[in-house]
């Protein structure tokens, strides 16, 4: 079985979309799971879970855990031997989840999967075609779940930058394979983690003083 895990912190507008996205798979349903977990959201999020609360599983997190708490929490409540996150400003192609199982089952030395990605605007919109290998992002990969347990899961000390602490300690014992279709979507709209630099600053020193 596989866990997509969608973490969600004050996306209302959103992560419908994402949990749609998850829903359309082409997956057969009980091969999958959706786990969704509000890091304590001060909009709407909860109400618009709510609408799905028969279809997916939903945790409201009563205190921010942050991104790599969140997901680890996912990771733990996950049924399925393979897991793969989602963010809520996201979206994914109906095929990944099949495409990338396939992968995994079919090829017993490959530790994960990841996929390339497209970047969309606000409005769902390409603007452009990203191979994940050059320019690897956290979500979008089907990791098997025993094998982020043994590294660790991640790092909650990282508020930013947690998928690259997490990458560096599992390509340390594991291999990421990458598939070159684009089945991710990418959402770029502004208020990304990525763009607060003062963060992003900050957590790559905590990194450099991590892994030297």
Known sequence: MVSLIITAYNYDRFVERAIRS???????????????????????????????KDEIRIFNLEENLGLAGARNFGVKKARGQFVVFLDADDYIHHDLLYCQKLFLEMNNKLDAVSCDYYLVDQHGNHLEHISAEENPIACGIMFRKDFLFDVGLYDENFRAREEEDLRIRFSKKYQIYNIILPMYRYRKHGENLTENKSEMDKYQDKLDKKHG
Do not use: P, R, W
């Open 22 to 52: 998850g829903l359309e798979q082409s997956l057969s349903n009980d091969s999958y799971e959706i786990i969704v977990v509000n890091d304590c959201s001060t909009d709407k999020t909860a109400a618009v879970l709510e609408n799905y």
